[in-house]
T-cell receptor, first 112, second 116 residues
Framework: SQKIEQNSEALNIQEGKTATLTCNYT??????LQWYRQDPGRGPVFLLL?????KEKRKERLKVTFDTTLKQSLFHITASQPADSATYLC???????????FGDGTTLTVKP | NAGVTQTPKFRILKIGQSMTLQCTQD?????MYWYRQDPGMGLKLIYY???????DKGEVPNGYNVSRSTTEDFPLRLELAAPSQTSVYFC???????????????FGPGTRLTVL
């Protein structure tokens, strides 16, 4: 069956460092992968989308890589700030009506 | 634009009661989705719709029903509520890339449901 795994433990880092979150998948051939941010008590908010034929995407301090051979995506936040503290979800979708399968998320805490 | 709105924000139901969770989007998106999120977990797809009059089951559809009579609205119906349906419910919408959109899903603020 399809499976998505994100960092199993919460991630704690110091302000200014780079946070790296992982998303691994099995039994899936995604057309694209998305990363969302979720704050407590709120709905997820879209951050970045990367397609199967793309290796890397950047947006300000965010960078996403997508390796379809390793079946893995890495999500980087450079020069992290306490305001980056949140849960980050990865989601994979095939071409079937855009349905997405979400991972369980990784909770990131950036300490000042 | 208000984006995706959901009502109510909170609700407590007794076992066996029924209710409808409302979802409306004003972005003219074709696709709409219902997810549930249990504590510490990711989102599980309940039902989705690719347009008015068309709905399909997701990963966890049992105990729920949906309808899509308009582009804007996608209500989720719970019949005979059970404690296992205690969760936070999120509605989302998107516009597919194949039709000029971006595939990005826009989420509502959620409905926190407790079944006692």
């Amino acid at each position: 069956s399809q499976k998505i795994e994100q960092n199993s433990e919460a991630l704690n880092i110091q302000e200014g460092k780079t946070a790296t979150l992982t998303c691994n998948y099995t039994n899936y051939s995604p057309a694209y992968l998305q990363w969302y941010r979720q704050d407590p008590g709120r709905g997820p908010v879209f951050l970045l989308l990367i397609r199967e034929n793309e290796k890397e995407k950047r947006k300000e301090r965010l960078k996403v890589t997508f390796d379809t051979t390793l079946k893995q995506s890495l999500f980087h936040i450079t020069a992290s700030q306490p305001a980056d503290s949140a849960t980050y979800l990865c989601a994979l979708a095939n071409t079937n009506a855009g349905k997405s399968t979400f991972g369980d998320g990784t909770t990131l805490t950036v300490k000042p | 634009n208000a984006g995706v709105t959901q009502t109510p924000k909170f609700r407590i139901l007794k076992i066996g009661q029924s209710m409808t969770l409302q979802c409306t989007q004003d972005m003219n998106h074709n696709y709409m989705y219902w997810y549930r999120q249990d504590p510490g977990m990711g989102l599980k797809l309940i039902y989705y719709s690719v347009g008015a009059g068309i709905t399909d089951k997701g990963e966890v559809p049992n105990g729920y029903n949906v309808s899509r009579s308009t582009t804007e609205d996608f209500p989720l119906r719970l019949e005979l509520a059970a404690p296992s349906q205690t969760s936070v419910y999120f509605c989302a919408s998107s516009y597919p890339r194949g039709r000029g959109g971006s595939d990005t899903q826009y989420f509502g603020p959620g409905t926190r449901l407790t079944v006692l």
